[in-house]
């Protein structure tokens, strides 16, 4: 997969940042010395995490060079590394690993989530966060496409482009046993867009970036314009004019027995 766009990502960053905001809302951590945001993007989570703790040292991972160099220049005074969710571990028992919509890139959550736990420092909190939208129409659609000629023998088998999550109580099995505490809960959040073209914007810089990075430029434009077109199709205009994108997302926040 291509390296992803950081100026295609911030295009709708208000949006992304609320449920990360919402996330930390829920943190039950008055003070952390040590703190790590997976997947930190091009920072907009970090800075959250660094105005809620500043006197943590702040650790931002993320496999994209591109989006380290946007959360460099975001926040100079933070550290930043190159990782892989899949492999990562750290060096000191973080009090706090922060994964927003992150890890529903990584797959085997069944072995991921309760390594990410046992991480943790005593008393520390894993919080997460992930888009729980696989049968929205958006996704839906970008598998549909996908799987139509001419876009099928380049993309290849679409559903393996996107990890299958757990059921909201399959997470909370997995942490419970050896938990002080585990909240979890499921959000839909409703983004009222200009029209279809702004749709596929959204989803271009995230979700459906793997099915046209295969692609050649002829063929990403062709499938980007049937892509539109059905979009066009699932999504009405709402009475002012736009349309409205819904969007669920999961949270699982849990704190390590002290």
């Known amino acids: 997969m291509l390296d992803w766009n950081p100026a295609l990502y911030r295009r709708y960053e208000d949006e992304r940042t609320r449920p990360a905001q919402e996330l930390l809302a829920r943190v039950p951590l008055a003070e952390a010395r040590h703190v790590v945001d997976l997947g930190c993007g091009p ?15 702040v650790v931002g991972t993320d496999n994209s060079e591109a989006m380290l160099t946007s959360a460099r220049e975001r926040l100079p005074a933070a550290h930043f590394e190159l990782s892989d969710i899949a492999t990562w571990a750290p060096r000191e028992a973080p009090d706090l690993i922060y994964a927003n919509a992150a890890l529903q890139w990584v797959p085997d959550h069944e072995t991921l989530i309760p390594r990410l736990f046992a991480a ?85 810089s995230t979700g459906l970036k793997p099915f046209v990075d295969p692609l050649s430029a002829e063929l990403r434009a062709s499938y980007l314009a049937e892509y539109e077109r059905r979009v066009d199709q699932a999504y009405p205009v709402r009475a002012d004019g736009k349309r409205l994108l819904a969007f669920p997302r999961m949270f699982i926040v849990a704190q390590r027995k002290a």
Not at 46 to 55: I, K, S, Y
Not at 139 to 165: C, K, N, Q, S
Not at 177 to 185: M, N
């Open 120 to 204: 943790l420092a005593p008393g520390g909190v894993l919080a997460v966060q992930m888009p729980d939208n696989r049968e929205e129409p958006t996704h839906r659609l970008m598998r549909a496409v996908a799987a139509e000629a001419p876009w099928a023998e380049p993309i290849g088998d679409a559903d393996r482009l996107r990890t299958l999550l757990l059921p909201l109580a399959g997470y909370y099995d997995l942490l419970a046993a050896d938990a002080a505490r585990v909240d979890v809960w499921h959000t839909i959040y409703q983004h009222p867009m200009a029209d279809a073209a702004a749709i596929v914007e959204w989803v271009r």
């Open 43 to 57: 920072g907009n989570s970090t800075e959250l995490l660094v105005q809620r703790f500043p006197a943590a040292r």
